[in-house]
């Protein structure tokens, strides 16, 4: 993973600033499939159930995994789409 990207994942972490808190959804980002595994099996031995806690997405693809209160949004087309997320206050539990 590390060597997917010059300087390794502290450069990606600075540069992109993978992890964010909009007061009501945690978000990261990862450099590719290793690293989303990476993250994952840490999620996973803490609790977190993917696709009733947490959803899964490809930022160019969208959602992998969705999760009830996550709201996946596609603005614009592939391959320049952007994939967002909002969230459902009728189902998500703060």
């Given amino acids: ?7 390794g994942r502290e450069t990606f972490v600075g540069t992109y600033h993978p ?7 945690y978000c990261l980002r990862s450099m ?33 995994v969705e999760c ?6 596609c603005e614009g087309e592939w391959p320049n789409a952007r994939w967002t997320v909002d969230v459902d206050p009728a189902t998500s539990v703060m």
Wanted: net charge negative.
């Fill in 1 to 7: 993973m590390d060597s997917r990207f010059p300087g």
């Fill in 19 to 25: 992890a964010s808190f909009n007061g009501a959804l």
């Fill in 32 to 64: 590719g499939p290793e690293s989303v595994d990476w993250h994952l099996t840490r999620l996973e031995a803490a609790g977190v159930n993917l696709g009733a806690d947490a959803a899964l997405a490809d930022m160019m693809h969208g959602p992998d």
């Fill in 68 to 73: 009830p209160g996550i709201i996946f949004v």
